[in-house]
């Protein structure tokens, strides 16, 4: 062979064997860090199936959150206006966690239909809303419009 | 009236740009020195124009002049004089304005340091930064100028800037940040320019990669400045969330590192020619891609600007044209430059051509699962929103780079042309022994524990380190003394063991912090205790403390070793007066071996808090190894044969292209 | 594949990239309509601002134009909407301008109005945010468009100032008109 051909079979070889690995590297991976994202009405329509780690988004209901006693670990009710979830989580809550305002949560649902947070994001106050809580809102309100006009 | 000022100086600017962009460019085709000429003192022109209106700009914030809508939305009076400068670049309006001022500023370095190029590839390289500048000073005047006034109904009071940004690490993060990204447009114009001209050779590439490693550096630091703010400023701990405004700033990271790289095979052995222009285009392109990200909102992200989807589709329009252009001029003009050298089996060629496939996969699959959420609605719609968690992210990009750390450490000792595998093993054996050793017992001995992944990580750390110090002892061996053949090595080889070095210690500050680090989220009452390691954090409970724009919950955490005092830790919950917005400010001990880190949580009745207690080993040395990767940038674009060796273009090409790669490889063998 | 054709792959990578986020530009919350727009009004009953006891009814928006603008005294683009507000409604004298208190207090609401002056002809308080939530509001400032026969027109995201109002709200009441 010459160096040349050498050469060339060599770096054809190298990205065959590269993309190979980085494609099956990347199927699994892409399972491990997928996230579907969900709202309370939905979960409520029986959309999830069980032990699916998935994001909920929606209102942090007035009145709903509890801290209990001695643990870290608070419970509150995410609402789409249309359906509630509670929402059980361990840990600090972020700063811009607010009663009344847009929450996005990502864990799964248990057996007592309890969404088990991982992880908590509040990361917009009202002049700016995460795209996700939005568009749980709107459809929420376009349901309502829909079957509750006069 | 100084805003007003501002206002002309940029639309000035915005005049030199226009002429910047056409003029040496016209010249350059038809031959005419006199316009090729004036590209130097039309981008000092515009540096100049640029540099006052962001002085008028910085005026107006220091004055409280809230006539000036973007003034009146992001300062106070009562915002400390510091943060009024900051707030300069605190929001869209103005962190463009700053873009616009770096990339005039790049310009004008160009045309300082390029007395050795000639003249008419001076003058192109000018012309498209000009072009650029134009684009985006189009877009900063007619869609988000920050001069625009309020007059009708000037506030009394400003809205206050954003508290995430009233801190020291985000208020110089973005200059960093935007001086890697717009650095990067130097090595963009330098490919274009090649292109146009159809000449690339060792000299071209030896003119570009100072400016790429000087780019890259500061991107560096940008990124290093992120990761550390969002470790202190955020409250949680962690320094690297893949977010997709951090990944748009990494992804340029990732294509520089594989340019400096292919630049240096190109530069020495005139190969991977055409890759090289297209990873100097990527770069520059990725860099502007993260600015349309960030600035159209059309991600969601901790840190994203204000959405305007017309702001979005005329920054989508500069893209088109920018990037677009200069890929179709690619792939037309591509052939021109092909390099016609060849190479062998673990030739330094082959190694680094490893490094460019490993960065470019890396940054492809960041893209991937960036947009994924968008692709995903695209396909299936809106109903069913996705996003790619951190997960994902570790899962690619740990193994990519424990495969780089492996052939970093063996490249070392591979030179240009061909390598003898006995060559390489026989100088890779002790190198591998002692890091085997080394990696394994020392978690062991210490840590006590039995981690294969923090040990793998370790092995290949000191895979690293101890292939740089061998290749120091054996480039040192036959010289008369150590200490004159360590005198007597480049600045640009102490440049890249730098780097290198660097990147041996980020990896062993990620793997420890990562594996080692104790986390507790308690609820504390004044007077409780926790105990971590050897150290017992007490809470001493919360009192209130005003601040100059805010009002503080502040914490007393002291925190003592073996029931000996050591150090107190005022972790605060800050109430921003302006906007009612609260702000976690965590108190941190930096140590070389461990961080301290305490954040206060929320409160839970009768004087109990959570409180968050880490002891994280080792952090601090994933900000020290990125500093010593900048510090190793900025050593190679020092070396002295940028400066000292004044090449003729001509003669350049008189050379065949073996006589070139002659020199080359007896450049390296005693460099 | 020759070899001059995979060197437009990055164009053509480049292009069909662009076209996602050209597509991703057009699904950006804001450039969504709201799920109201041409449908009626949402009915409501809410307490007046400044007359206590007062009520503000939906059935009180019928038979001209309206405005209703969401706003708080805690957001901070409102303050720099308001001028806006403030100086248009001096002009445009035949459109009611309705002013909904948006989750606030509403003595600083009332302050506010009294020194920066108030464009509202009719001004109405939402402290939980519950017509809020009829009217699909994120955030604030929101402002919906009302016709003659009390159907929403238009939703506006934002701020919105002289630009705004001469681009996009102009040629809507040409319309209308």
New interface residues.
């Given amino acids: 062979m010459t ?2 051909r ?2 060339k079979l ?2 054809v070889g ?2 065959v064997l ?2 190979a690995v ?1 494609v099956a ?2 199927l ?3 399972n ?6 969900f709202t309370p009405t939905e979960i409520a329509e029986g959309k999830v199936g069980a032990d699916q780690n998935i ?1 909920i988004g929606g209102m942090v209901k ?1 009145g709903s959150l509890v ?1 209990q006693g ?3 670990t608070i419970t509150f009710i995410a609402t789409d ?1 249309n359906e509630d979830i509670p929402v059980a989580y ?4 972020p ?2 966690f607010r009663e ?1 305002q ?1 929450v996005v949560a ?1 864990g799964r649902i248990d057996a007592n239909g309890v969404f088990q947070a991982n992880s908590i994001l509040a ?1 917009h ?11 749980a ?3 929420a ?2 349901r ?2 829909a079957g509750g ?2 | 009236m100084i805003p007003e000022l501002g206002n002309f100086a940029a639309m000035l600017a915005l005049c030199l740009a226009v002429l910047q962009s056409v003029l040496p460019l016209a010249g350059a085709f038809t031959g005419n020195r006199l316009w090729m000429g004036l590209g130097r003192p039309l981008s000092a022109g515009l540096w100049v124009f640029m540099l006052l209106a962001f002085s008028c700009l910085a005026y107006a914030f220091l004055h409280d002049d809230f006539s000036v809508a973007y003034v009146a939305r992001n300062s106070n009076t009562a915002l400390p004089v510091y943060y009024k400068f900051a707030g300069v670049w605190g929001a869209h309006e103005g962190s463009l304005l700053l873009w616009v001022l770096i990339l005039a500023g790049w310009g004008y370095a160009v045309s300082l340091f390029s007395d050795k190029l000639p003249l008419d590839i001076v003058a192109r390289v000018l012309s498209v930064m000009g072009m650029i500048t134009t684009g985006f000073l189009l877009f900063l005047l007619f869609t988000s100028n920050p001069f625009d006034r309020l007059l009708l109904n000037t506030p009394t009071e400003g809205a206050d800037l954003n508290p995430l940004l009233q801190d020291f690490g985000l208020t110089v993060h973005p200059p960093f940040l935007y001086m890697g990204y717009v650095g990067f447009s130097v090595a963009f114009s330098f490919a274009i320019a090649a292109l146009l001209t159809g000449r690339l050779d060792a000299a071209w590439a030896r003119w570009t990669r100072p400016w790429t490693n000087a780019a890259w550096g500061f991107l560096t630091i940008g990124i290093a400045l992120g990761s550390w703010w969002s470790y202190y400023e955020l409250g949680w701990g962690g320094w690297w969330f893949w977010d997709p405004v951090e990944n748009v700033s990494f992804m340029p990271w990732l294509v520089g590192t594989a340019l400096i790289h292919s630049l240096a095979v190109t530069e020495k052995r005139g190969v991977f020619k055409s890759w090289t222009l297209l990873l100097a285009i990527s770069a520059f392109s990725l860099s502007m891609l993260g600015a349309f990200i960030v600035r159209s909102g059309l991600i969601t992200s901790v840190h994203a600007f204000a959405i305007d989807p017309e702001r979005g589709l005329v920054l989508l329009t500069i893209l088109l044209v920018i990037i677009g252009s200069s890929l179709f001029l690619y792939a037309l003009r591509a052939p021109v430059v092909k390099g016609s050298a060849t190479y062998g089996a673990n030739s330094r060629e082959v190694f680094l051509l490893i490094n460019n496939i490993l960065l470019v996969v890396a940054t492809a699959m960041i893209l991937l699962g960036t947009l994924s959420p968008l692709i995903h609605e695209a396909i299936y719609g809106e109903a069913n929103r996705i996003s790619i968690g951190p997960p994902y992210y570790n899962i690619m990009f740990i193994p990519l780079m424990a495969i780089l750390a492996f052939f970093l450490g063996a490249s070392t000792f591979s030179r240009w042309k061909k390598t003898s595998l006995q060559h390489l093993v026989s100088n890779l054996k002790l190198v591998l022994v002692a890091s085997v050793t080394l990696g394994i017992v020392l978690p062991l001995a210490v840590a006590s524990s039995f981690n294969p992944s923090a040990m793998l990580a370790l092995v290949l750390a000191f895979w690293i380190v101890f292939s740089i110090v061998k290749d120091l002892l054996d480039k040192t061996a036959n010289k008369a003394s150590r200490w004159q053949g360590l005198l007597g090595l480049g600045r640009s080889y102490y440049g890249m063991q730098l780097a290198h070095f660097g990147m041996a210690v980020i990896i062993t500050g990620v793997c420890l912090t990562s594996h080692y680090s104790i986390e507790q989220d308690v609820r504390m009452a004044p007077g409780e205790s926790i105990t971590i390691n050897d150290y017992t954090f007490t809470f001493g409970g919360v009192v209130e403390r005003p601040g100059p724009n805010y009002t503080a919950q502040s914490a007393t955490v002291d925190v003592s070793i073996d029931g000996e005092a050591y150090i107190t830790l005022r972790p605060e919950k800050r109430t921003y007066h302006a906007r009612g917005d609260v702000q976690t400010e965590a108190d941190i001990q930096v140590g070389f071996f461990r961080d301290l880190f305490t954040a206060l949580g929320d409160p839970r009745g009768d004087g109990a808090w959570v409180v968050r207690v880490h002891v994280k080993p080792f952090v601090f040395w994933i900000w020290l190894g990125a500093f010593l990767m900048a510090a190793g940038g900025a050593l190679a674009v020092m070396d002295k044969r940028y400066r000292h060796k004044p090449v003729l273009l001509a003669q350049q090409e008189a050379l065949p292209p073996t006589a070139d790669s002659i020199e080359a490889v007896a450049k390296v063998s005693h460099s | 594949m020759s070899n001059r054709a995979k060197l437009f792959i990055p164009a053509v990578f480049f292009v069909a990239m662009l076209g996602l986020l050209f597509y991703g530009l057009g699904q950006n919350p804001n450039l969504v309509p709201s799920a109201l727009v041409n449908r009626p009004l949402p009915e409501f009953s809410l307490p007046a601002l400044f007359e206590t006891n007062g009520v503000v009814g939906s059935e009180q928006l019928k038979g001209g134009i309206y405005l209703v603008n969401f706003w708080a005294t805690w957001c901070a683009p409102c303050h720099v909407e308001h001028p806006y507000l403030v100086e248009i409604s001096e002009r445009e004298t035949d459109i009611t301008f309705v002013g909904v208190n948006y989750k606030d207090d509403v003595d600083d609401a009332r302050e506010f109005l009294g020194e920066r002056g108030n464009p509202f002809k009719l001004s109405l308080v939402d402290a939980n945010g519950s017509l809020g939530i009829d009217f699909g509001v994120a955030g604030a400032p929101e402002t919906f468009l009302v016709d003659q026969s009390g159907t929403i027109r238009y939703k506006h995201v934002g701020v919105i100032d002289n630009r705004v109002w001469d681009e996009v709200f102009v040629p809507l009441l040409a319309e209308l008109r």
């Fill in positions: 160096p040349a050498k050469q060599m770096i190298s990205i590269g993309s980085a590297l990347m699994y991976a892409f491990q860090g997928l996230n579907v994202f994001r007035m801290k001695a643990g870290t206006t361990t840990g600090v809550l700063d811009l009344g847009g990502e990361k106050d009202e002049n700016y809303m995460s795209a996700e809580v939005k568009a809102l709107d459809a309100a376009e309502k419009a006009t006069p």
